[in-house]
């Protein structure tokens, strides 16, 4: 089946995209578009191609709620690279002309910070942290991780960003406009109904988000309910 590729989504679509919880190919009418992709302050068209729900929770879990990113707190360096492989995963998902593999290789082969990066990573390694203080420790590892991240995650951070949010649909769907309000409604509606709040909430969804928001509307319902009897409870007691 020959499916149609069109152009950057940064100019405004010509046909609005479905409302419901549909694949991204669905949203963007295409499964492969040529976008242009910020690159170190400058634009590049690349290939990409769009992630259905299993491909993009495949890549790892991640949450556009904002009422459950609230709840995830960057406490450490291995949080932060889990989270860093997952954006990447994704980057690697939809890039198709050029590949993440190939950008990799530009990248390696002339950019010579690279190089510098690694090279004072290996000396900050051979210092005995035994022999260091506890402040002046607690400095050189967290200059080591640093390194170790810039080292580890290649890719400029405007594309790196860019490309996260178009493969989670961002910039075409609904999600981030959904609000406390509206999970509650949407929650209360489906406890009377005995369905789910995303039958509820009407808008532009992937087919990865129903999951978020059911989560989101439950919890949102049961601290109102938790608010409700602890009024209640002090009413009672005056």
């Not at 400095?139 to 490309?163: R, Y």
């Not at 910039?171 to 009377?192: F, Q, W």
Request: charged share 30%; aromatic share 8%.
């Amino acid at each position: 089946m020959v499916r149609q590729e069109v152009n950057s989504c940064l100019t405004p679509n010509t046909k609005d995209p479905p409302i419901g919880y549909n694949p991204a190919e669905v949203i963007r009418g295409a499964l492969f578009n040529w976008v242009q992709v910020p690159v170190n302050g400058t634009y590049v068209w690349c290939k990409l191609r769009c992630l259905n729900g299993a491909q993009s929770e495949v890549c790892g879990k991640v949450t556009l709620v904002e009422l459950l990113k609230q709840k995830e707190t960057v406490k450490d360096f291995d949080k932060l690279a889990e989270i860093r492989n997952i954006q990447e995963n994704l980057c690697k998902a939809v890039l198709v002309y050029p590949s993440f593999n190939e950008i990799e290789k530009i990248i390696f082969d002339e950019d010579t910070v690279i190089k510098d990066k690694r090279d004072r990573l290996a000396e900050l390694k051979k210092v005995d942290l035994s022999s260091l203080p506890k402040e002046q420790k607690a400095e050189l590892l967290a200059d080591m991780e640093k390194e170790e991240m810039f080292i580890s995650f290649l890719l400029p951070e405007d594309m790196f960003a860019f490309l996260t949010s178009w493969a989670l649909c961002v910039d075409v769907s609904d999600i981030k406009k959904v609000n406390k309000e509206m999970l509650l409604h949407a929650g209360l509606l489906a406890r009377a109904g005995h369905d789910n709040p995303t039958a509820h909430l009407s808008g532009v969804f992937t087919d990865r988000d129903p999951d978020d928001l059911n989560e989101a509307a439950w919890s949102v319902v049961a601290d109102f309910d938790k608010q409700r009897d602890i009024a209640r409870k002090a009413k009672r007691g005056k």
